[in-house]
Structures are given as C-alpha cells and as structure tokens.
C-alpha cells in the first residue's frame, strides 16, 4: 500500500532532481481557465518546485499567490527563487493537502496540478479543497490521463529508478520506495468525473485532451 510518509521521503530527497523535470506543461491554458485578476487569492496545492505558483504570481502581481506542499525541499526551491527575482507575492507554506491549515471560504482560485494522483485519501483532499474555496469560486485540477504514455514509461522505468538507487546512497530507507509512493497511478476520465463529485460543487466541466484532463470545477 502507499505510504504517505514513503511519497514525502522520496520527493525530500529528489526535490532538485525532479524540479529540473518538471516543466509548466499547459501553462497558458492553465491561466486563461484560471480567470485570475487584482485582488484575488490563488492556493497551489502540492506546489512542489513552484513552476505553477511561481509562474502565476510573477504574471499577476495584484494576485497574492499561495503555494502549499508537504516537502520543505521544494519550498526552500520555490522560496529561493522567488526571493532572487524579487517576487513578493508567493507565500509558502508546508501542509498536507487532505488536512489543509486554512479556515472555510479563504481562497478565490485553487490550482491542483497532477497531486491527486499521489495521494492515499483522495476524496478527503477534494473535500479540504472545496472546503476552503470561496463560494463562487473555482477549483482548477489537472491530471494526466490514464494511457500508455512512452516517454513517461521511459521516465519511470529507467531515468527515475537510477536516481532513486543514487539517492539510497545516502538515505537507505529510500531503497523501500515503491512506484506508487512516488508515481502514482493515473486517471480515467471516469475516475476523476467521480472523484470531483464526491462533493457538491455547482458543476464540473473536463475538459480532455491528448494527454491531460482539465477539471473546472466551481463552487
């Protein structure tokens, strides 16, 4: 079974590896769906190395950013950089997605980007995030669909695996890790339809594409 503490363990260790892999696939999609303008609230939850985050606060200054992750390597990433480019309106925080430390009704815009496929409880995230969404807000989640993708399997089956073996060097219990605690397994559209309905957002519009899913879903 995945273990949470496993997933953290491995992206801890991985953070820089996996902040130079990870891209801003679909980023100006992302910000047109997102609508955000002056004033508003954005979290990013599972930010990670902040591509997202970091990107959407630079582009909209008048937008104050919240990026949330459960690994502190990341956000020292993310912190980094957003100190060295003078971006002050990125704040930070270390938290866990299915237990999220904000109050009701904080946040304008929430952007959740290839997360819920890591995570043990799902459906507790999806209700966390509802929960702290403004009323009339929206909720963006992007998920990469469920098909054989090649240069993805090339990734996990040979780039990942030597990383993992050099990073157990140093921390042996990294050696335990298991493609689901730090792959995940995709969605089917079905799957992540019924997942978002798990909650009474007014609607949920999925959007497909050739490799990722777009979920609009509104409060």
Same mark, same amino acid.
């Given at each position: 079974m995945q273990s949470k503490e496993q997933t953290r363990l491995v992206y801890e260790n991985l953070a820089r590896f996996y902040s130079i892999f990870r891209s801003r696939n679909g980023f100006a999609k992302i910000r047109r769906?997102?609508?955000?303008?002056?004033?508003?609230?954005?979290l990013d939850c599972g930010t990670g190395p902040g591509k997202y985050a970091y990107g959407l606060a630079n582009a909209h200054p008048g937008v104050v950013v919240f990026g @949330?992750?459960?690994?502190?390597?990341?956000? /020292?990433?993310? /912190? /980094? !950089?957003?100190?060295?480019?003078?971006?002050?309106?990125?704040? @930070?925080?270390?938290?866990?997605?299915?237990?999220?430390? &904000? =109050?009701?009704?904080?946040?304008?815009?929430? @952007?959740?980007?290839?997360?819920?496929?890591?995570?043990q409880d799902k459906e507790s995230a999806v209700s966390e995030m509802y929960r702290v969404l403004k009323k009339g807000g929206l909720l963006l989640v992007v998920e990469t669909r469920r098909r054989f993708l090649p240069w993805r399997e090339l990734y996990y089956a040979f780039v990942l695996p030597v990383a993992m073996k050099?990073?157990?060097?140093?921390?042996?219990?990294?050696? !335990?890790? !298991?493609?689901?605690?730090?792959?995940?397994?995709? &969605?089917?559209?079905?799957?992540?339809?019924? @997942?978002? =309905?798990?909650?009474?957002?007014?609607?949920?519009?999925?959007?497909? !594409?050739?490799?990722q899913m777009y979920a609009v879903c509104r409060k």
């Open positions: 769906l997102l609508s955000l303008e002056d004033g508003m609230s954005l @949330l992750d459960l690994c502190e390597n990341f956000l /020292r990433i993310v /912190r /980094r !950089k957003a100190e060295a480019k003078g971006v002050d309106n990125l704040l @930070l925080f270390g938290g866990d997605a299915e237990c999220l430390p &904000f =109050g009701d009704e904080t946040f304008d815009r929430i @952007l959740c980007v290839q997360v819920l496929l890591l995570l050099l990073a157990s060097l140093r921390e042996p219990s990294m050696a !335990k890790a !298991k493609r689901e605690d730090y792959g995940g397994r995709n &969605f089917y559209h079905e799957e992540l339809n019924a @997942l978002l =309905g798990s909650v009474p957002f007014a609607s949920v519009d999925i959007d497909v !594409k050739a490799t």
